[in-house]
């Protein structure tokens, strides 16, 4: 049975969800509310951009959510990496670029108990999963459909979304979060562009964060600084 009106409304409907997908009007008024949301934190513009990919009915797959094949080997091979890379970058990459052995920024958390909870609660909820839902799983989309599926546009995607994800990092951390944030943006957009998901890098990033608040925590910053490079 047909209602009067079905066939129009489901048009209608199909032409606005082809609309957000688009960059009329329409499509670049969600960008703009998208990155608005931004602003006011990953939380925010990951539920718009959840929001958005339902109303434009964009698969969750374009966004990075396809099925595992393990979900232990991403949660350990994820967690593995994310810890190897802060220790890499704490006692190489950030010594190389003249970065301070000690992160000024987070340095209240040291030996803070009561602070713990609402950081790792952070780390977790707005780094590990907002911050990939916009940063790699949206940016990947938008940046996809404006310059093709070509390997130029790809890596210029990669270094795009790198630089957004360096310049958010300057406010609370100065240049040495733009440094590492740009490290950790290219390697989350080359592991993303790799594997075509977005579990990976969310546990990886996670860990990443978690470890970098484990150091700060026990005092270790200035340890594994110095451990290779004095």
């Known amino acids: 049975m047909t209602f009067p009106g079905a066939d129009a409304a489901h048009v ?7 609309r957000l997908r688009g960059f009329g009007p329409l499509g670049l008024l969600a960008i703009l509310v998208i990155l608005a949301g931004a602003v006011a934190g990953p939380v925010v513009s990951s539920i718009l951009v959840l929001v958005w990919a339902r109303l434009s009915h964009t698969p969750a797959r374009t966004l990075g959510f396809t099925a595992l094949s393990s979900w232990t080997a991403t949660l350990v091979g994820g967690a593995a990496f ?14 190389l670029l003249g970065a301070p052995a000690i ?26 999963i907002g911050e990939e839902v916009f940063f790699r799983g949206y940016l990947f989309e938008r940046f996809g459909a404006l310059l093709g599926p070509g390997k130029a546009a790809l890596a210029a995607t990669i270094l795009m979304s790198a630089a957004l994800f360096a310049m958010v990092h300057y406010q609370d951390q100065g240049l040495p979060g733009v440094q590492q944030a740009a490290v950790t943006g ?15 890098v969310m546990v990886a990033h996670a860990a990443f964060d978690l470890t970098a608040v484990a150091l700060i925590y026990w005092s270790w910053e200035a340890a594994v600084a110095h451990l290779l490079l004095r």
């Open 12 to 18: 209608q409907t199909s032409d606005t969800a082809r």
């Open 82 to 95: 994310g810890i190897l890379l802060k220790l890499g970058l704490k006692a190489i990459v950030m010594p």
């Open 103 to 128: 992160n000024m920024s987070y340095h209240y958390l040291s030996g803070n108990t009561a602070a713990l909870p609402g950081t790792v609660a952070t780390v977790v909820i707005s780094a590990g």
């Open 186 to 200: 290219l390697v989350f957009g080359g592991i993303y562009a790799w594997r075509k998901q977005i579990w990976v």
